[in-house]
């Protein structure tokens, strides 16, 4: 499985955008996805993720303004990002899980996209 994220750019504060995650072939609709993000500088994040039902999960310094959602049918995940702030700025990657259920380590995600870039201007 091949994952590929798109979307990113360059967008004041408090401006939104929508990153999609494509994999190359139809996932499992019984594995969860999960976003993370890198900072320049600093350790790749947690973001949130959605588990195979739907239910979704986030880091704390999202809740609110991010919002996960998935099509099987299309084998894409998406990322809604509202109210953008400038520490919001990283590189996003997704992510498959190796299982249904997931949570915030990384090592429960098996394959990575190759990540887009979110930069937000103050």
């Known amino acids: 499985v091949q994952l590929q994220a798109s979307g990113g750019g360059l967008v004041q504060a408090g401006g939104s955008l929508r990153l999609t995650c494509a994999a190359s072939?139809?996932?499992?609709?019984?594995?969860?996805m999960g976003w993370f993000r890198q900072a320049p500088g600093k350790d790749r994040e947690f973001v949130g993720r959605?588990?195979?039902?739907?239910?979704?999960y986030y880091a704390d310094s999202v809740k609110g303004r991010l919002t996960i959602s998935r099509d099987n049918a299309r084998s894409a995940v998406y990322l809604q990002m509202n109210s953008l702030k400038p520490e919001d700025t990283a590189v996003y990657f997704c992510?498959?899980?190796?299982?249904?259920?997931?949570?915030?380590?990384?090592?429960?995600?098996?394959?990575w996209g190759q990540g887009t870039q979110v930069t937000v201007s103050s």
């Open positions: 959605i588990n195979w039902n739907g239910s979704t």
């Open positions: 992510a498959s899980g190796l299982r249904p259920y997931a949570g915030q380590e990384q090592t429960e995600y098996r394959y």
């Open positions: 072939r139809r996932t499992s609709s019984n594995n969860a």
